[in-house]
C-alpha cells in the first residue's frame, strides 16, 4: 500500500506542477524572476515531503501546491497590470553600467561586485571595459550589454548590403516517419520526398533520421547511421 501511495501521490504532484510551468510559461531557471524562483524552492520542499513520508495526509499537500500556484499566478498577473507593485516585488532591469562607467549605488544595491560584473563580461566574451557602452542587470539576474557603436560588428544593413529572406526549416522526415502535413502545407506529397531520397541514394525513410527543407528548398538529410561511421551532409 505505501508503494501504491507514493506512485499516486507523485501522478497527482506531477500533474499539479506540470499546470503550473504551462501557466507560467516554459523558461530556464536561470531566467526565472525572483518570485518565481521562491515559488520552485517552496514546491520542492512541500512536494519531497510528501512524496518521501507515505504517513503525511495527501491532501494538505495537494491543496499546498494548489494554493501556491494560485498566489504565483496572482502575483504575476497583477505584476503585469500594475507596473509600480511589479516593481516593487521584482529587482526589475537595472542599469550598472552607463557610458561605460560603472553605476556604483546600483551594484550595492544588486549586492554586485565589480569582480561580478568583470566575470559576467568576460562571459559574453568581452575582455576590455572600454567596449562596453550599457550593461543592465535583468529580473533573472543575467546581464545583458549594449558594446559601444565602434566595437559592434557590422551588418549588411550597415554595408547597405541588400538580402534575402531566410526563414526557418520545416522537418520533412523524423526518426524515420514522413510528417505528411508539413509535406501539404507545402504543396508537396510523400512520392515527391521519396524520388528526393532516392536520388541522394536512400532507399526509404528508415534509413534516415531528420530531414528538413529550407525556404530555398533545398533538403537537409542526417541518414542513421553507426557512432563510428558518423556524417551529417547538406543534400539539393
Same mark, same amino acid.
Given at each position: 500500500m505505501e508503494y501504491f501511495k507514493i506512485t499516486l501521490r507523485i501522478v497527482t *504532484? &506531477?500533474?499539479?506542477l506540470l499546470f503550473l510551468v504551462l501557466i507560467t510559461g516554459r523558461r530556464k531557471i536561470g531566467e526565472l524572476p525572483v518570485f518565481d524562483f521562491l515559488t520552485i524552492i517552496i514546491l520542492g520542499n512541500v512536494v519531497g515531503a510528501d512524496i518521501a513520508d507515505p504517513e503525511i495526509p495527501h491532501l494538505p499537500t495537494a491543496y499546498a501546491v494548489v494554493l501556491l500556484i494560485g498566489i504565483q499566478y496572482l502575483i504575476s498577473y497583477i505584476t503585469v497590470k500594475n507596473r509600480k507593485f511589479g516593481s516593487k516585488v521584482t529587482f526589475g532591469p537595472t542599469v550598472i553600467i552607463q557610458n561605460g562607467q560603472f553605476i556604483k549605488s546600483n551594484m550595492k544595491r544588486l549586492r554586485y561586485s565589480i569582480e561580478n560584473v568583470l566575470m559576467f563580461l568576460r562571459e559574453k566574451e568581452i575582455f576590455d571595459i572600454n567596449e562596453v557602452e550599457f550593461a543592465v542587470v535583468e529580473d533573472s539576474g543575467n546581464i545583458s550589454v549594449l558594446k559601444k557603436s565602434q566595437y559592434q =560588428?557590422?551588418? =549588411? %544593413?550597415? &554595408?547597405?548590403i541588400p538580402t534575402k529572406y531566410k526563414g526557418i526549416s520545416i522537418p520533412l522526415v523524423v526518426e524515420g516517419k514522413a510528417y505528411e502535413k508539413n509535406l501539404k502545407k507545402l504543396n508537396l506529397d510523400v512520392l515527391w520526398l521519396e524520388n528526393q531520397l532516392k536520388n541522394n541514394n536512400? %532507399?526509404?525513410?528508415?534509413?534516415? *533520421?531528420?530531414?528538413?527543407?529550407n525556404t530555398e528548398g533545398k533538403l537537409y538529410i542526417s541518414k542513421q547511421i553507426e557512432p563510428d561511421s558518423i556524417e551529417s551532409e547538406f543534400m539539393v
Open positions: *504532484i &506531477m500533474g499539479l =560588428p557590422l551588418t =549588411p %544593413n550597415d &554595408m547597405q536512400i %532507399n526509404s525513410f528508415e534509413e534516415v *533520421i531528420y530531414v528538413d527543407i
